[in-house]
């Protein structure tokens, strides 16, 4: 469990099929911005891609999904982690429900992130991908230290569209010492 | 074979593993790559052909071609592959030092664009240069990529973290083959 002071983030189990559930098959879950990132699944499917996990295809990405929580063990969101091949960076996706935005959950839950994998992993960047027109998560990114490197034309096809990403960055150098996982003993 | 009027590409074939094996040489991938796939020996190479492609090699979908002189001299690799898991497909190229600056860069390129566009569904191409390498930046802005941004400390060269820019080629840019265009 990887403690904040407003969201906790932990590893999925099996007793998150319902929330995923209803999460993976709500459009306004994956938002304007994003293709849905998991297709409208059955329950029996939520439930077997927490059974089978890892599958072939989250070992070779080094999928690490994680629930995020607030400190009274609500469900809010999901965070995704994992290594984009074949360059080996790290990266990161999060999603909220839609009430539960704007509220600093993503922001604390991004935290966390970036001090984990930089206290865990011996790397030197970590990668985000965003919208150029998801302007809520631009925001949230930057306050966490990112900086936009360039843009990605035609990225992603969302609702219908070829949509613009940019691409996002910190450095190991530029993160310097953990926000929120300060605790050493 | 994807023919030009230069070079002409055709796929990897076990004939050509000493010319691969001639590549571990540090001065073909330069100074601003990392040699992708290392030293490999004769004996590597060969069963690399003979293995069967893993999981994840089966979804990066990497490509290589031998890059020729009209005269059939062997000059250079190049390659696209798909990045996961967002699907984006790159390109690279690579020619041995004294081959370098003769326009077969911008050509082997042009034709693995036109390759890519003609074959595949797809609306972008995208390619990564080394900061410094100033070659192959003129080569990509030649055949009508565009820099869209740097990605810093992407690759490990020569005991150095490397920054490298970012750079794509849209559909609607390319508009229509450059060098292959016979429709016979």
Request: net charge positive.
């Amino acid at each position: 469990m990887l403690d904040g002071k407003l969201v906790n983030l932990r590893k999925v189990e099996k007793e998150d099929v319902d929330f995923q559930f209803a999460c993976f098959n709500d459009l306004d879950f994956w938002g304007e911005y994003t293709h849905p990132v998991i297709e409208q699944v059955p329950k029996w499917g939520v439930k077997r891609i927490i059974d089978e996990y890892p599958s072939e295809f989250q070992k070779v990405m080094e999928d690490n999904p994680f629930i995020i929580l607030k400190k009274d063990g609500t469900k809010i969101g999901v965070m995704w982690q994992f290594t984009n091949q074949p360059y080996g960076t790290m990266e990161f996706g999060c999603f909220l429900v839609s009430n539960e935005r704007g509220k600093g959950y993503g922001l604390e839950a991004t935290q966390l992130m970036v001090d984990y994998l930089f206290l865990s992993k011996d790397i030197v960047r970590i990668d985000i991908h965003t919208n150029v027109r998801n302007k809520p998560a631009q925001r949230v990114l930057e306050k966490a230290g990112f900086r936009v490197e360039g843009t990605i034309r035609k990225s992603q096809l969302v609702r219908g569209v070829w949509n613009d990403f940019y691409l996002l960055s910190i450095l190991r150098e530029e993160w310097k010492e953990p926000k929120i996982l300060t605790k050493t003993a | 074979m994807l023919e030009g009027k230069l070079v002409n590409l055709r796929k990897v074939e076990k004939e050509d593993v000493d010319f691969l094996v001639g590549l571990g040489d540090v001065d073909f991938w330069a100074e601003y790559n990392n040699p992708p796939f290392g030293r490999m020996s004769k004996s590597e190479w060969m069963k690399w052909f003979d293995t069967p492609r893993s999981y994840l090699e089966n979804l990066i979908e990497w490509r290589v071609f031998i890059i020729q002189k009209k005269d059939g001299t062997k000059i250079g690799l190049t390659w696209h592959f798909t990045n996961q898991p967002s699907g984006h497909i790159e390109i690279a190229c690579f020619l041995v030092p004294s081959e370098r600056a003769k326009g077969y860069g911008t050509e082997a390129t042009q034709l693995m664009v036109d390759n890519l566009f003609i074959y595949r569904n797809i609306v972008r191409i995208q390619a990564k240069a080394n900061v410094e390498n100033k070659a192959a930046q003129r080569v990509l802005e030649k055949a009508g990529f565009k820099a869209e941004g740097t990605v810093r400390k992407l690759s490990f060269v020569r005991g150095k973290w490397k920054d490298k820019t970012l750079y794509d080629i849209l559909l609607e840019e390319w508009k229509e083959p450059k060098i292959l265009t016979k429709t016979a």
